[in-house]
């Protein structure tokens, strides 16, 4: 029998959808490597420390790059990415989310975010919404990206909860493989066929409604 006291949430692609701006600024970093990055490579990035994704992308393009080159291209990718989003606001926030972060605060229910951005405190700073947020773990306070668990186990360590009374959001496979080994509830956003296993799958946030969210948080023996 599980208490859910805690949510943590992923943040690109879940509070929201900053994907596609990363996919453009590490399409313009592949192009230096003589590589059309697609969007169908673009799913192994998904979720993915920004070390990680470059990688990925040299072995894609079957390119090598030493050390002073590949910090380069690192920090050239942050520059372009955050060029994108300058401009995003509290408009830019998927729908739905509010609704459940809101819900979250009245049942006083444990709110952190769980992402491998570097980015992420700027981004909710610009979204608004960062009272909601208990905790924030990104990418610069841990070692190992997803689908390792370090990100959620620090997000509930810091909030003082038990992994297995944590309920994870994510939209990626590596975060779904991520909440799954911190032995924590999974939830799926987005279609069942990007991933390989979850608790809960749903579309979107507008999919899940108070009763979802009744049985996640106050029931007892949901899961």
């Known amino acids: 029998m ?41 799913e192994k990035l998904k979720g993915v420390s920004r070390t990680k994704c470059l990688n990925i992308i040299l072995e894609l393009s079957n390119f090598d790059l030493n050390e002073n080159s590949f910090n380069y291209y690192l920090k050239k990718k942050n520059e372009i990415y955050l060029d994108y989003i300058k ?11 509010l609704k459940t972060l809101n ?4 049942k006083n229910i444990m709110i952190g ?9 700027f981004i909710i700073e610009k979204l608004k919404i960062v009272p909601f947020f208990d905790v924030i773990v990104d990418g610069n306070q841990i ?55 979850y608790d809960f799958c749903f579309t979107n946030f507008l999919k899940i409604v108070k009763s979802d969210l009744d049985n996640l948080f106050t029931s007892k023996n949901y899961i």
């Open 113 to 121: 975010i769980g992402s491998a951005s570097k980015n992420a405190r």
């Open 87 to 97: 401009n995003i606001n509290s408009e830019n926030i998927l729908p739905g989310i």
């Open 103 to 106: 819900y979250l605060k009245e």
């Open 143 to 197: 070692v190992n990206s997803k689908p390792d668990p370090e990100v959620f186990l620090k997000g509930s360590k810091a909030l003082g909860v038990l992994p297995e009374n944590c309920v994870v959001f994510e939209d990626s496979d590596s975060g779904i493989q991520a909440a799954k080994a911190a032995k924590m509830t999974a939830i799926a956003i987005g279609t069942p066929d990007k991933f390989s296993n």
């Open 2 to 42: 599980k208490i859910h006291t805690c949510a943590l949430f992923d943040l690109d692609g879940v509070i929201v959808d900053t994907a596609n701006y990363h996919f453009l600024a590490w399409k313009k970093i592949a192009s230096n490597f003589g590589f059309e990055l697609s969007k169908e490579n673009n």
